[in-house]
């Protein structure tokens, strides 16, 4: 496990809002991204976060697409990856060869923190300068 952030990339707002309120409940910061393009900039400049969850259905560039990018790049390629999709059918692809874990929303909470568990150390009592920032 490692000590650092989660990265949200999830373009509707109430479901990014809600799953970062949980998240930083659970102890961790977040990082949200409204798309995968905002969520490439922001992984090229910043810390890696622990883990990153994952839409795949987003305006501007989708979660396949992100995920495409990302395995492309050697210094993200490692970052572990937890898709979260609304669609009934997730064919399998080259891109999600190793993703940790696939969730269908509604999401279901305790797995979600458990899997997050795996990959990030929760930080105890989260100061506000440390909570989210948003990306869009």
């Known amino acids: 496990m490692a000590l650092g952030h ?29 798309d995968g393009k905002l969520a490439l900039a922001y992984l090229r400049d910043a810390p890696a976060p622990c883990v990153i969850l994952l839409d795949l259905m987003m305006p501007g560039m989708d979660g396949w697409e992100f995920r495409r990018r990302q395995l492309q790049d050697p210094t993200l390629c490692k970052i572990p990856v937890i898709i979260a999709s609304g669609l009934n059918d997730l064919r399998i692809s080259p891109e999600f060869d190793n993703v940790e874990a696939f969730f269908r929303k509604p999401y279901e909470l305790p797995k979600l923190l458990e899997m997050v568990a795996r990959y990030c150390t929760p930080t105890p009592g989260i100061a506000a300068n440390e909570r989210t920032l948003v990306l869009s």
């Open 6 to 34: 989660v990265l949200v990339v999830e373009d509707d707002r109430d479901l990014g809002m809600t799953l970062t309120d949980i998240l930083e409940m659970a102890g961790y910061p977040v990082v949200t991204a409204t």
